[in-house]
């Protein structure tokens, strides 16, 4: 019953004006917003004001849908996506201290949803695999595609950088008038392994490093086999560069 009539009127939709641009099939449109991005939907959801523009960022001011085949119903792909964005841009999400608040930031490229998900459909990976910044490039404060792989969940919780403790020392705490070295491992889930009580922190913290460096070079061997040769050169890469705080 609209076909024809309504080419080239616009409407107020959530993101803006959308003028219909063509017909396609009955009730459906190309329909333009104000910025040149088209989008195809029904005329009904033109007229009721509820088509999207899936360029205007709608995700905490910064992500968008974007034009492509991906959508949100790649959950998987989305919520890594979302959950990312939400560690450097929401302010009260749990973990944003440690991402954006210490100047951790999204590339433009991936402010896009398309753009992210065509990286990520197109990686090698197994199911529970996750996104990790950290292991391709030491201190790296960019999430992107040439900083980011996809790797299995015990090596990403393994080499993310812990905070310094009361000791401003990763791995070390007081221990009465002395300090404990301890790492944590999903070899120990309740808990973490305990490496000792030194007399210095500087020792208590050696400790730890020496260790993460050992956990890190078995974790490289049993998932060889598993894992790209680009991960597993990375892992080794990481152990071997691994330094103590007072090195960097």
């Known amino acids: 019953m609209y ?131 950290d292991l391709l490039v030491s201190g790296n404060k960019i999430y992107s595609k040439e900083r980011c792989l996809l790797i299995p969940k015990d090596l990403n919780m393994l080499i993310q950088k812990r905070k310094a403790g009361v000791c401003q020392l990763p791995g070390v705490t007081k221990h009465g008038d002395r300090y404990r070295a301890q790492i944590s491992s999903e070899k120990w889930e309740k808990g973490s392994e305990y490496l000792g009580i030194f007399t210095t922190p500087e020792s208590a913290h050696k400790a730890y490093i020496d260790k993460k460096k050992e956990i890190v070079l078995e974790k490289a061997m049993i998932w060889k086999e598993r894992i790209s040769g680009r991960i597993l050169q990375a892992l080794l890469d990481y152990s071997k560069n691994l330094k103590y705080n007072w090195e960097e």
């Open 3 to 133: 076909k024809g009539k309504n080419i080239g009127k616009a409407y107020d939709c959530i993101d803006g004006q959308a003028t219909v641009i063509s017909y396609f099939k009955k009730n459906s449109v190309v329909a333009e917003f104000e910025c040149g991005t088209q989008v195809t939907t029904t005329i009904t959801s033109l007229i009721g004001g509820k088509t999207r523009n899936p360029n205007k960022p709608s995700f905490l001011g910064i992500g968008f849908i974007g034009v492509g085949k991906f959508s949100s119903a790649n959950t998987v792909i989305y919520n890594t996506w979302c959950n990312m964005l939400k560690r450097c841009y929401d302010t009260k999400n749990t973990y944003y201290s440690c991402y954006g608040g210490d100047g951790v930031y999204v590339s433009d490229e991936w402010h896009n949803f398309q753009n992210f998900a065509d990286w990520y459909d197109y990686q090698d990976k197994e199911d529970s695999w996750q996104l990790d910044k």
